[in-house]
């Protein structure tokens, strides 16, 4: 089974810009989560996503948004981009079940690293 | 909301040696437990988990963990460290969402140096 594939691998931007990042999950996983990794603050968590709908929010600005495809592949966009922004993007993959049991293990991506100037 | 603390940014062992990484988590109800690593330039790789059951867990490369509920712990460790184990390690804990599903909330991350 292919694993979570994530374009690009590397993206550099200025400020003011947006930028689009792609997360194609593992055939079959219906749920898409969104992380921030930086050295400061670690992994964050953006947002998840499951049939098309977000399901899951973290605690990041509006400038920061997603999407999810009926193919559960995601996008997640950041527009007006800040220095700040400079970081790893990980997108993980699970089955996304709910239910009190359902700890949905997660697979992750390589991720995008993006660099704002 | 649930937490994660790990202690040590930046842990040193030499080859050989024992490997204790330290998590602690905060929480009112019995969590799940994981314990990632992350290589250079890579995503995360699950090394063991902890649902329900026994709480000694098992994981790859030879690590375990065990669940201590007493304690809010979950420390990681390997007997013998080899120069392949040089990583980060992330804990993490499952918060239970609005959605009724979980997401998790990772510790900031411990970077594992293995000396020769």
């Known amino acids: 089974k292919a694993g979570v594939t994530q374009t690009p691998r590397y993206l550099i931007k200025t400020r003011g810009q947006q930028v689009t990042l792609s997360c194609s999950p593992i055939?079959?996983?219906?749920?898409v989560s969104w992380y921030q990794q930086t050295p400061g603050q670690g992994l964050q968590f953006l947002f998840e996503?499951?049939?098309?709908?977000?399901?899951n929010k973290g605690n990041f600005p509006g400038r920061f948004s997603g999407r999810q495809f009926s193919n559960s592949r995601s996008e997640m966009n950041v527009s007006t981009l800040e220095l700040g922004d400079s970081a790893l993007y990980l997108c993980?993959?699970?089955?996304?079940?709910?239910?009190?049991?359902?700890?949905?293990?997660?697979?992750f991506g390589p991720g995008t690293r993006l660099t704002v100037l | 909301a649930q937490s994660v603390t790990q202690l040590g940014s930046h842990v040193s062992v030499s080859e050989g040696a024992l490997v204790l990484l330290r998590c602690n988590y905060s929480?009112?109800?019995?969590?799940?437990l994981f314990w990632y690593v992350q290589y250079p330039n890579q995503g995360l790789q699950l090394l063991l988990k902890y649902t329900t059951g026994a709480t000694l867990v098992k994981g790859i490369n030879g690590f375990e963990a065990e669940f201590k509920k007493s304690e809010t712990s979950f420390h990681l460790t390997k007997p013998s460290a080899h120069m392949s184990d040089a990583a980060e390690y992330f804990c993490?804990?499952?918060?239970?969402?609005?959605?009724?599903?979980?997401?998790?909330?990772f510790g900031t991350g411990t970077r594992l140096k293995v000396l020769a």
């Open positions: 929480s009112s109800v019995p969590p799940y």
């Open positions: 993980a993959s699970s089955a996304g079940l709910a239910g009190r049991n359902s700890y949905n293990e997660q697979f």
């Open positions: 993490a804990v499952s918060d239970r969402g609005t959605s009724g599903t979980y997401k998790y909330i």
């Open positions: 055939s079959g996983h219906r749920s």
């Open positions: 996503y499951f049939s098309e709908t977000q399901r």
